[in-house]
């Protein structure tokens, strides 16, 4: 689930590398996915190095030239690590700060105090729902992941059962609701009106978070019953720190960066002015990296002084934070490689091409081209704004109401079923410690639910309002 930010968004469309037919491209993107898979699952080939030969594949035999196969892949990691890595990289340093200063045990032992049982899935869900609101996904997921973790080891309760509510919150917040850049920019392309979208997308996505979350949780934790990887959890502070910080100060500390970037978000919408002194104070403050840094800076503050940490270990604490993302970061680079290299030979336009002449309802039409875009590219956003773009021109003599259930459907088509090319599906794997079937039957079939209920939804209102 690859989220491009709106800079990028805004760019002009990549010529294809290649002038293969569509026969040709639809066997291309078949082969290079089974390389990928079949390197992965049978001869246990690192993900990265398989997504970087299934990248090669892919081009090859799409006939795309060799070195531009390569330019493409590259691009598309170095712009995947850029919009994702430092992200990932100070999500590291807080949650090893949060871990090692007790800050981590404080959240943890108050929501297994406040919560447990039967309740703890909704209580991660809501938590999710809450702050995914005005996240990108990958900035929830590194914030959230190692609570989830550590819930799930504490309180003794299966991974899927705790972890997928709080995945379903943040993908449903990322594809139905603004200010996600997603549905912002869907919204203006078929000039739909951003409260009453904001107003739907919140009804369609209680009930879909639901299902997709609390309840299918039930289901994933049979299927996949694994432990939370011990890689991955922040291990218990110390026992011989004589105080850790307090439940508030740490919980500030953690909302910090939602809150800068939910502060963003209503500027942008109350002023909308790019040259407005506030609006651009806030774009700076309330970015992903500042956001996080800022939070970051806090926590040496609210975290390790009241624990008593020194000047001294600040440098080797971040280091150590450092040290178990170093694969991740690779494999989600190279899943937005291979993104790429989709693109730029041309499979987007292809599905595009091809979709022109189907003659069914816009909404259903609108969530189908969606969902082709995302199996191919494995880009939520693309598949937002190309179906988007597609389908603008029907909403001319639509309702207020129609209009922004048109952008709810292209959303909810966005989310169908991420697979091996999407830089998500390997952050969640790695994450979770999961292999490649294990997050097929959980994430990907989470993210289709999520898909099909939204889309059900959207299709059911479109009847009644």
Do not use: C
């Amino acid at each position: 689930m690859t989220r491009l930010s709106v800079e990028m968004l805004a760019a002009d469309p990549v010529e294809p590398i290649t002038s293969a037919g569509h026969a040709q491209l639809g066997i291309a993107v078949l082969a290079g996915i089974a390389v990928i898979v079949l390197l992965i699952t049978q001869f246990k080939l690192h993900a990265f190095l398989s997504l970087t030969i299934g990248s090669l594949a892919l081009g090859a035999f799409a006939g795309a030239p060799l070195d531009k196969a390569i330019a493409s892949f590259t691009t598309g990691l170095g712009t995947t690590v850029a919009g994702v890595g430092v992200l990932i990289a100070l999500g590291a340093i807080l949650g090893k700060m949060l871990a090692d200063s007790g800050g981590a045990d404080q959240i943890v032992d108050t929501i297994l105090a406040r919560a447990g049982g039967r309740s703890m899935p909704w209580a991660m869900v809501l938590i999710a729902s809450v702050i995914g609101l005005p996240l990108f996904f990958e900035v929830g997921v590194v914030l959230l992941i190692p609570v989830v973790l550590m819930v799930a080891k504490r309180g003794n309760y299966s991974l899927m059962r705790i972890g997928i509510p709080a995945l379903a919150g943040l993908s449903v917040m990322h594809g139905l609701v603004p200010p996600h850049p997603g549905p912002l920019v869907a919204i203006d392309a078929v000039k739909a009106d951003l409260g009453v979208t904001l107003a739907l997308g919140v009804l369609v996505a209680i009930p879909t978070v639901i299902i997709a979350g609390p309840l299918f949780s039930r289901y994933a934790a049979r299927w996949v019953d694994v432990p939370a990887p011990d890689k991955m959890i922040p291990q218990r502070a110390s026992e011989d720190l004589e105080k850790r910080p307090g439940f508030g100060a740490t919980l500030i500390t953690i909302m910090l960066p939602v809150i800068l970037m939910l502060s963003k978000a209503l500027v942008d919408i109350v002023i909308d002015d790019p040259e407005n002194t506030t609006q651009r104070v806030f774009d700076v403050i309330g970015s992903p990296l500042i956001a996080l840094l800022a939070s970051v800076l806090l926590g040496i503050f609210t975290l390790l002084r009241p624990a008593g940490f020194g000047k001294d270990r600040l440098s080797g604490l971040v280091e150590k934070g450092l040290a178990p993302i170093a694969g991740i970061l690779l494999i989600v680079g190279a899943g937005g490689g291979f993104k790429q290299t989709l693109i730029d030979t041309g499979v987007g336009a292809m599905i595009l091409d091809i979709s022109k002449d189907w003659s069914i309802p816009a909404l259903l039409l609108a969530w189908l081209i969606a969902v082709a875009i995302r199996l191919a590219t494995g880009s939520a956003t693309v598949a937002t704004v190309s179906a988007a773009g597609l389908v603008a021109p029907l909403a001319a003599d639509m309702s207020t109401t129609h209009a922004a259930l048109l952008v709810l459907a292209i959303g909810a088509g966005s989310l169908f079923f991420s697979h091996v090319n999407d830089a998500g599906f390997w952050l969640v794997k790695e994450y979770f410690g999961l292999n490649v079937g294990q997050t097929i039957k959980t994430w990907s079939v989470m993210e289709t639910i999520i898909s099909v209920v939204a889309g059900g939804i959207v299709l059911l209102l479109s009847l009644i309002i």
